[in-house]
Structures are given as structure tokens and as C-alpha cells.
């Protein structure tokens, strides 16, 4: 049978304030524990939460983003539930009107095309504590200084097909809330994190499949891998009879494979009702037109410039504006070079970034700086050099050897143009191979390719390959 | 209106309340007593009216994004039962 | 000194006839004398309340004191105080030092109010006869085989007994207005948002709201004016300026519109009772005020949506008592489920339980839209209620409670008996309006609450009001015997 797999996505990104959502500590992360926990987030007996305005600000600009409605009133509720890195007993979240409800975004998928998935919601809610299993003479240690960070939980419709799809709407989620400056999205501190809806279903079938969510998910990767092993493990059992049981599941990395987290005896009743310490949030229409001025330009914008401005493929624009960082180094690269578009875009999306790869790090730690990358292409284009010796003076400035210019001088790079210079190195060469000239004329012109080479050989590949070409075709045409 | 003392576990359980089973029937017959009492609202028609979840009409108030809290850890764990290089203790929980 | 009034005190105090540490010692005298009966202090901070007084004195020699400064005055154990224990009458908070101060707290201190020690209560402010306490019941100083009201049962006898001039306490359900009636005192609960809730641990935080207990309306004014006020720790607080009650005290009651809601005075309303309201209504019309019967129709169901809400909030907000970071924890939990029902079973009393399994249940799946929501429902229906009626009277006024203090023991086995007796009370909390009791006669010599019911802020109103009938009655300054 022929199955397809449904996924739904619920990412938690934590909000980039100073201050918690609800109190004044601060969310500087890797604090000693417990000394960013202070008595409101600790839930002593009697304190209050005060909602942080810049949370809702945050929120509003991610709904801004994504062509969702912004909500005029929204409510925080109390989920209750017992658990140890949960002070209070229950979470401060939204449940019946979040904050921001009803948009979407479109992926770039692979084959050039875009997807459009639904975002249902994105609300508003406090991250609990952290729980520490190491050995405290067989106790958890509890450290709060999370709790009450704030967190934006953008929950999409199961509109994903594949965990490629997946991985590609967490990238572009990802993206945007780094763009939209709303979070760091650093996925090591736990930042930005998702949970994996995932069910499968014959193909052509209306209803959904039973689903299973998968917890916790930090890392690209490991979204497609456990994916991946959920589906397969899902048809497995419905191949053979089985049946899916709606459950939490926890991916083990290490494993590569998810599995259930311990049943719980009773099932989840949260009792949530509205938290009477809060009050609506009421925004107006000021406030959410003072927000869109705020806005930077967004992903899809900038690839659509991008590909007008400077006549970039689709596929080019995609990547260069895969992450605010890559599109702004590429717009000055683009500005140092002098208004090379095109170049700078095969040079970004090409020698560089297989450098960036290779060393494993991110655009912002790259060793060759925008300024001097753009340097490099201005050379090229005004036939300093060529791109062959420009591979080498790249390589150079890798080495931190300076920028472009002092490469191809301290290294007599520069490339021969004197036309005269040139005639004499290549009368050199044809004397030199009569042979070849006399088989070249006898209509074998592929030769020319060998005795380009020759001149280039004898200048260390700095001569003008254009202006080799003319005045080879010129001399051996007799003239 | 009538609750049973499975129910009454069943919500003792979900409040982690530890009740003896002793009193089990004891709390079954008063909330029984406290939820027939209850049961008057439903003569109300309430249709079409917003539940009021707050006396007065306000809006949320906003905070500025302002750290105004220090470290006070020693004095808030003068008070807690077991603490431990900084951490509150728990029987060990199992994941 | 202990029958003066506050603004005598004060003249005192500025005259130089006394200091503030004798009257301070002069009242921690009085507790040590008669709360071994009444049991309505659990904790005498006699030290600090000495070191407070003498700097109040310092105050008051150096010119720089309020109408509080030097005065002392008792706290309700639900209030924080940095370094004091906080037990909100409960075994579980039995060892709860407050690490910080509520704002109340703060603002009492700092208007150099001395406070004497924390009162008894309803364990978590859940009772209406001060029996559900971890440290026994508080008696009645007009009779100590009867109740004295609650859940603030322990400052309303303290002030009716004369052991501190004046007293906090936070009223829910009727927690200030019932018990400041069964002991013959004054109380009001201002409109909710008034006063800060910061510090003040929550039992239905859509509900609860702090407030004072005096003999007289005037001392009631000056306290409430300290504790009232915008704080912006509480989401919940108005951001509105404080009336200066004091200065409204005398405006006369001509052409004042007083509404009787019909149903205040039906079957359940004790005839005796009745017939001191009646006389206290027709004083009022002696001065220049008239008289317009009303309706509350849904005013009935106050108490059925009560015991909804305020379980269902209590529930939810006495979560954070678990063992883990304050408070009690069981002996050698075997694991976490054991710590938690082990140390919440042991913590809580018998009527905390039963109010926690009811919001549990009230909001659990299947349950929530035929309880918590009808009850929010019938709410705004009550609510509705009072608006209408605020727009034909200034003030409504009626019994504060059925019936006179009862026997000790004589509701505890049946809860909705006893959830009854704050009939004429809920619905003013669930409007969120102020309410104030204040004594209007005895009945086999014991007293009896008129309540009056103001528009919302209107609390500078009420205490005129009430403060005009003191000054053409006597019974605030009665005194229970034994006491004077």
C-alpha cells in the first residue's frame, strides 16, 4: 500500500527580552542556578505575574510576518498540571484567543517549488524550570532560572508531507524569527525547539491517521531523522495489523529512534480556565500599524528583489536570503565589488560557502570578510586577475594574508593585458610548436585550447585569457 | 447530583491530594451535597451571555522589558525544605 | 487608651501625653491578657513592634508623621511580612518565614503604622467561622462559647476586644463584613483593585481584596487610605487616585437614596435581625435620607456561582504548595507522587480539601462549560444586577449576615449550611464592589451588622455615610464585657 505522511509542527521559540514575561529577572542564559529566579518566579506565596510589553510587541511582529490575524483581545489561561520544574502548579499560556491566529508561510522546497502551510496559532506562554537527573544522592535538583521565560508557540496546520517539508518549514520559521529579531534561535540553548505531530495515512484517504507527537526536537537533523523513523516505525505496525496509539514520544538521538515516553497513568486533564491574576490583552489598531513600521524586509521580499535587482536565479535568491546574516554579507559583497550581483552570487553561494561547510561554521564567522570577499570580485571584473588566480588570492585572504589587493601584489598576481606583451608570448609559444601550428591550420581548431594553455603556462596563468584568444586566432589564421 | 468515591479519588489524584480512604465517603457526601446545591444555575438561560471572569472591564497592563530583580537565592532557600549546591531537591524523577 | 479613637491617638501622640511605645506596650499588654482565651493573635511580634514604636516616636519628635505614625494595629496572617511567618492559618505554611513584604505590608510600614503581631484566621481564608484554623478557632469576645465570623475572624475579635485599635483583613466572600458584624465592629472591603493584592496570599484572586477593621467608620477611613492604592506588581490594581477618605466623612445625607433589595430581606433573614436593620434604615431616614425598595433577582444564586468560582481559582492558585521550595514537606517522600500527596494531604485542612477537590472538579474535562462558565455566566447577570440598581439609589443597604454569631461547632458538619451564612455578602465580591458592615444594635447582647453596599470606588461615600450614623448612634463604642 501506498502511504502518506501528514506532519504537523509545534515550535517553541523563545522570545528575545531582557526581562522575564511575567517578572523583572533577567533571562541571561547560563546564570549559576536559581540566582535568576526571584520570588515571582519561584511562586511564592502571594506574588502576581505583570505581562513584559516587549513579549507582546515580539508576538505581534511574528503575526505580522506571517499573514496572520493579530488579535485585538487576546487571554492567558492556567494549564495545571504537577511537576517539578513547574513552580505554581500551572503554566501561564493562551488556550481559547492567543495572541496572534489563522496565517501561513510558503516553503521552498527543492524541486523550485514553494509549499503554503497554515499557521493555526502562535501564543504567548512562560518556559518552565529545568530538571537535573545527575546524581543528588538519588534526588532531581530543580534549577528555575528558565522559568518564566517567555516563549511564543507557533503551532501549524498538518499540511507537510514529507520530513524534508518539514525540516524546510522549520528552516523558514527559523529564518524569520531571526529576521524578525524575536529570538536568537539558538537551538543549543534550547531557544528555539520543536514537537513533531506525525501520522500516515493510505493514499487518497480524506481523515487523518492516528498521531503520534514527538517531544522536544532541537536540531534539524534530528526533526528529519525522527520523522523519518516515526513514519517508518507507524507503517510498520500498520502493515502488520497494528495500531497506532496516540502517545507522546521522546527521540533518542544517540539511537536514532523514537520511543514512548513512560505511559501515564491517568490522562492529561490541564483544567484550563482563564487566569484570573491577568487581564485581556487588548491591542488597538495604533499599536499594530506602530508594530508593521517596525518590520524589516521579510525573507520573501528580499528573494524577490534580490532576483530583479541583481538578476539572481530562484534557486540563488533562495539561499542567499536563507538567513538575514547570508543576505546581508551577500549585499556587501555586492556593494565592495562594485554592483557585480551576479558574480557575488556565485561566489557566496559557491567557494565560500563550501568553505563554510568544510570548517563548519556560520556565515558570520566566515575568515574572509564581506568587504574583502567584494574586493576580490572587483578585481575580476576589471580583468586584474582572473577567476582562476582569484581561486588562488581567496584562498590567500582564508589564510588571513590581507585583503585582495595586497595578495595580488606581494604575489605579482596581476594579470598581463599589455597586448604587446602578450603577441610576444604567444609568437614564443607557436614558434615553438610548428607541429601543432601546421595541424591546427590543417583544420584541427580544438588545438587552440593547447596552445592557450602553453601561453598561460609560461605566464603562471596571469595572462588575459580573452586577449589570448584573439591573438592566437589572429596569428594562426596566418595574418 | 452525585459523586461517587472513585470520583473523589480520581479528583484527589488529580489535585495531589492525599485523602485517607477513610474519608473518602465523607467528602463524596459533601460535595454530592455541594454540587446538588450547585445544580440551581442550570435553571438559568445564559445564552448569548459572556462569562465575566474579571469584576471590572480593564485591559492588561504592560511592563517595561526592564531587569528590576537581583539574585536573591540565599534568603529565598533559607526556607526551602532541602536545597543543594543551589538547587531545590526532589525524589529522583524518572523520565 | 484602649477606647480612644485614632484621631485622639494621634493628638496623644503629638501632644506629647504618651508615646508610641507605651502604646504599644499598653496593647501588647492587652493581647497577652485576654488572647489566651480568645486565640485570636497566632503570632506577637512584641520586639519589632517596640523597635517600630520607637521610631515612630523618633517620627513623630522630628515633625515627620502621618495620622498613622505610632499607631499600633494587627495584621491578618495572609498579608507577607519579610522575616515573619506567614501561615494564612495553615498547617502548611506553618513554617513559612515570608521572604518578602506584601505591599500592604510595605505601605503600613512606611506610614510608621506599628504592627503588634499576625491575627488568626480560616486556614487559606476558606471559612466563615474562623473554625477551619490550624490554630484553633478565635472566640467571640461577646460570647467565647460563639464564633466570631471569618475567614478574618481573628482580627475583627482582636479590635472588638479592644487588643489593637485597629486591624487588616481581606474579605472573599464576606470575610471582613461578616465576622466585623458578629463582633460588633467596622469593616469595610473597597471596590476590587483598590488595594493591592501583591503579598496577600490568594484564595480566589478574582474575589479577594484587603481592607480594614476599626470600632469607628473615621479610624476605618484612615486606615483604608494607607492601604489603598495603585501597585504596579498587581495586574489586577487600578491605576486611580486615592480619595482622601477622611475629609469626605462629613458631608450630610440629605437627599441620599437608599435601595433595600427585596431579596435581603426574606424567610432566611432572622426577625430579630431584621428588626435592628429596620431601625437603623429608619435612623438614616432621620437624617434626610429616603428609602426605595429594589430588586437583585439574581442575587439569590450568589452563592451557588460562588462555590464555583472560588473553589476553581483556589484550586488552581494553592497548586503552588507542594513541599519543593517552602512550606511543609512530608518525611522521607518515597517519590515524587508520595511527596506531593503526602505533603499536600498532611499540609491542608479538611475544608481546603473540599475546596480544592470542588474547583478540581468544577474545571476538569466535561465539567468546565456546565460549571465554571455557567458560573461566570450568572455572574455577569449579578453584576448586571447592581449596575441597574446604581442607577435609582446611592447606596443599598441591608443585613450584613442571617443571623447573629453562632455556637462554635454549630455549622462545621454541614458546609452549605454554613456557606448560607454569607448570603447577603458573595454577591458583592463577585461584582467586585465595595461592602461595609457596621454595628447597628445587639440581639440577646449580641451584635448585629447593617451592610451597606456602594457604587464601584465609591468607598469615600460609604464611610460618610456610615461615619453620619456613628455620629447619631452609639453602638460602635460598645464594647464587649470584660473588655472595656
Redesign the interface.
Known amino acids: 500500500m501506498e502511504w502518506e505522511v501528514v506532519i504537523g509542527l509545534e515550535i517553541h521559540a523563545q522570545l528575545a527580552?531582557?526581562?522575564k514575561i511575567f517578572?523583572?529577572?533577567?533571562t541571561a542564559y547560563g546564570a549559576?542556578?536559581?540566582?535568576?529566579?526571584?520570588?515571582v518566579d519561584?511562586?511564592?506565596?502571594?506574588?502576581?505575574?505583570?505581562?513584559?510589553?516587549?513579549?507582546?510587541e515580539l508576538a505581534a511582529r511574528f503575526g505580522l510576518a506571517t499573514h496572520s490575524t493579530v488579535a485585538r483581545r487576546s487571554?492567558?489561561a492556567?494549564k495545571?498540571y504537577?511537576y517539578?520544574d513547574l513552580?505554581?502548579?500551572?503554566q501561564i499560556s493562551q488556550f481559547e484567543l492567543p495572541i496572534v491566529h489563522d496565517g501561513y508561510i510558503d516553503i521552498d522546497l527543492d524541486d523550485d517549488t514553494t509549499r503554503r502551510i497554515g499557521i493555526t496559532r502562535a501564543h504567548l506562554e512562560e518556559d518552565a524550570g529545568k530538571?537535573?537527573?545527575e546524581d543528588?544522592h538519588?534526588?532531581?535538583?530543580?534549577?528555575?532560572n528558565r522559568a518564566g521565560t517567555p516563549l511564543l508557540e507557533i503551532v501549524s496546520e498538518p499540511d507537510m508531507r514529507s520530513a524534508k517539508e518539514a525540516v524546510a518549514y522549520m528552516k523558514k520559521i527559523h529564518a524569520l524569527v531571526r529576521y524578525l529579531e524575536i529570538c536568537d534561535g539558538n537551538m543549543q540553548e534550547g531557544s528555539f525547539r520543536c514537537d513533531a505531530n506525525v501520522s500516515v495515512r493510505p493514499k487518497g484517504q480524506e481523515e487523518f491517521g492516528t498521531r503520534t507527537e514527538i517531544k522536544n526536537i532541537n536540531s534539524f537533523r534530528f526533526v528529519e531523522r525522527a520523522i523519518n523513523y516515526e513514519v517508518e516505525r507507524q507503517i510498520d505496525v500498520l502493515e502488520a495489523g497494528g495500531e497506532i496509539v496516540q502517545e507522546t514520544r521522546?527521540y533518542d538521538a544517540d539511537r536514532d529512534e523514537t520511543r514512548s515516553?513512560?505511559s501515564k497513568?491517568?490522562a492529561n486533564?490541564y483544567?484550563?480556565?482563564?487566569d484570573?491574576?491577568?487581564?485581556?490583552?487588548?491591542l488597538d489598531d495604533d499599536f499594530i500599524e506602530a508594530v508593521r513600521k517596525t518590520l524589516p524586509e521579510l525573507p520573501d521580499a528580499k528573494r524577490e528583489r534580490f532576483m530583479t535587482q541583481y538578476s539572481l536565479s530562484h534557486r540563488d535568491a533562495v539561499i542567499l536570503t536563507g538567513s538575514r546574516e547570508m543576505a546581508s554579507y551577500f549585499e556587501l559583497v555586492v556593494e565592495a565589488s562594485g554592483g557585480e550581483g551576479r558574480l557575488a552570487a556565485n561566489w557566496v553561494t559557491g567557494e565560500l560557502s563550501g568553505l563554510l561547510n568544510r570548517e563548519g561554521i556560520e556565515i558570520d564567522e566566515s575568515p574572509v570578510s564581506a568587504e574583502h570577499l567584494g574586493g576580490l570580485l572587483k578585481r575580476i571584473a576589471d580583468n586584474t586577475i582572473s577567476g582562476k588566480i582569484a581561486k588562488q588570492v581567496f584562498e590567500a585572504m582564508c589564510r588571513g594574508e590581507g585583503d585582495a589587493d595586497t595578495v595580488i601584489e606581494q604575489k605579482g598576481l596581476k594579470q598581463i593585458t599589455d597586448s604587446g606583451a602578450i603577441e610576444k608570448l604567444v609568437r614564443e609559444v607557436l614558434d615553438n610548436n610548428p607541429k601543432q601550428v601546421e595541424q591546427y591550420r590543417g583544420g584541427q581548431e580544438k588545438l587552440l585550447g593547447f596552445f592557450v594553455g602553453q601561453v598561460m603556462k609560461a605566464t603562471q596563468g596571469k595572462a588575459n585569457p580573452g586577449e589570448v584568444n584573439k591573438i592566437l586566432k589572429r596569428l594562426l589564421s596566418g595574418d | 447530583m452525585s459523586l461517587d468515591q472513585d470520583t473523589i479519588r480520581r479528583i484527589a489524584r488529580l489535585a495531589r491530594l492525599g485523602v485517607d480512604e477513610s474519608e473518602n465517603e465523607t467528602y463524596a457526601r459533601s460535595l454530592s451535597d455541594i454540587f446538588a446545591f450547585v445544580e440551581q444555575l442550570n435553571a438559568v438561560d445564559t445564552t448569548g451571555i459572556e462569562p465575566m471572569a474579571h469584576p471590572l472591564d480593564a485591559r492588561q497592563r504592560l511592563r517595561p522589558d526592564e531587569v528590576t530583580e537581583s539574585n536573591q537565592r540565599d534568603k529565598f532557600q533559607k526556607i526551602a525544605p532541602r536545597v543543594e549546591a543551589g538547587l531545590y531537591l526532589v525524589p529522583r524523577v524518572i523520565e | 487608651m484602649h477606647q480612644k479613637s485614632l484621631s485622639e491617638l494621634a493628638a496623644g501622640l503629638r501632644a506629647g501625653e504618651f508615646t508610641s511605645e507605651a502604646l504599644t506596650r499598653h496593647f501588647l499588654d492587652r493581647i497577652e491578657r485576654f488572647d489566651g482565651e480568645l486565640n485570636s493573635v497566632v503570632t506577637v511580634t512584641a520586639d519589632a513592634a517596640l523597635e517600630a514604636a520607637r521610631e515612630a516616636d523618633r517620627r513623630i519628635a522630628a515633625g515627620d508623621a502621618g495620622p498613622l505614625t505610632g499607631i499600633p494595629f494587627l495584621h491578618k496572617d495572609i498579608f507577607c511580612t519579610d522575616g515573619v511567618r506567614t501561615s494564612c492559618g495553615s498547617r502548611m505554611l506553618d513554617n513559612f518565614e515570608a521572604p518578602y513584604d506584601a505591599t500592604v505590608t510595605e505601605k503600613l510600614r512606611q506610614a510608621g503604622a506599628v504592627m503588634l503581631g499576625k491575627t488568626n484566621m480560616d486556614e487559606f481564608a476558606m471559612g466563615s467561622s474562623n473554625e477551619t484554623s490550624f490554630y484553633g478557632p478565635v472566640k467571640n469576645p461577646w460570647d467565647t462559647g460563639r464564633v466570631p465570623g471569618g475567614s478574618s475572624g481573628g482580627s475583627a475579635a482582636a479590635v472588638a476586644a479592644r487588643l489593637a485599635p485597629l486591624a487588616t483583613g481581606t474579605d472573599t466572600g464576606g470575610s471582613i463584613r461578616q465576622p466585623a458584624a458578629l463582633c460588633g465592629i467596622t469593616g469595610i472591603k473597597p471596590t476590587y483593585g483598590r488595594v493591592s493584592r501583591y503579598g496577600m496570599i490568594a484564595f480566589a484572586s478574582s474575589l479577594d481584596q484587603g481592607g480594614p477593621f476599626a470600632t469607628s467608620a473615621a479610624d476605618a477611613a484612615l486606615l483604608l487610605e494607607a492601604m489603598s492604592g495603585f501597585d504596579p506588581r498587581d495586574s489586577t490594581s487600578i491605576d486611580r487616585p486615592v480619595e482622601d477618605y477622611s475629609a469626605a466623612l462629613e458631608q450630610d445625607l440629605d437627599g441620599l437614596v437608599i435601595g433595600l433589595p427585596k431579596e435581603f430581606f426574606d424567610d432566611g433573614l432572622d426577625a430579630r435581625v431584621r428588626a435592628v436593620i429596620d431601625a437603623a434604615i429608619e435612623e438614616y431616614r432621620r437624617l434626610g435620607a429616603t428609602v426605595k425598595e429594589i430588586s437583585l433577582p439574581n442575587s439569590g444564586l450568589s452563592v451557588p456561582v460562588y462555590y464555583v468560582v472560588a473553589p476553581a481559582e483556589c484550586s488552581s492558585n494553592l497548586s503552588r504548595m507542594d513541599g519543593v521550595r517552602f512550606g511543609h514537606r512530608c518525611e522521607d517522600p518515597k517519590d515524587l507522587d508520595d511527596l506531593y500527596t503526602r505533603s499536600r494531604g498532611e499540609g491542608f485542612g479538611a475544608e481546603v480539601k473540599r475546596r480544592i477537590m470542588i474547583g478540581t472538579y468544577a474545571l476538569s474535562a466535561g465539567y468546565y462549560d456546565a460549571y465554571y462558565l455557567k458560573a461566570q455566566q450568572i455572574r455577569r447577570l449579578i453584576r448586571d444586577d447592581f449596575v441597574k440598581a446604581f442607577e435609582e439609589v446611592d447606596v443599598i443597604m441591608g443585613p450584613t449576615s442571617p443571623t447573629t454569631a453562632f455556637r462554635l461547632g454549630e455549622k462545621s458538619d454541614d458546609p452549605v449550611t454554613m456557606y448560607l451564612s454569607d448570603i447577603y455578602t458573595i454577591a458583592v465580591n463577585l461584582a467586585g464592589l465595595p461592602g461595609m458592615s457596621i454595628p447597628a444594635g445587639l440581639v440577646d447582647g449580641l451584635p448585629v451588622g447593617l451592610q451597606l453596599i456602594g457604587d464601584y470606588f465609591a468607598e469615600g461615600r460609604l464611610l460618610n455615610i456610615a461615619h453620619q450614623y456613628q455620629k447619631v448612634t452609639d453602638w460602635h463604642t460598645r464594647c464587649p464585657a470584660g473588655y472595656e
Open positions: 527580552t531582557r526581562s517578572s523583572g529577572a533577567s549559576e542556578p536559581n540566582t535568576q529566579a526571584c520570588a519561584l511562586g511564592l506565596p502571594g506574588v502576581l505575574p505583570v505581562l513584559n510589553e516587549k513579549v507582546v487571554v492567558f492556567r495545571n504537577f517539578p513552580p505554581k502548579g500551572y530538571s537535573l537527573h543528588f538519588g534526588a532531581t535538583g530543580i534549577d528555575l521522546l515516553m513512560r497513568e491517568e486533564d483544567r484550563y480556565f482563564p484570573p491574576d491577568l487581564l485581556p490583552v487588548i
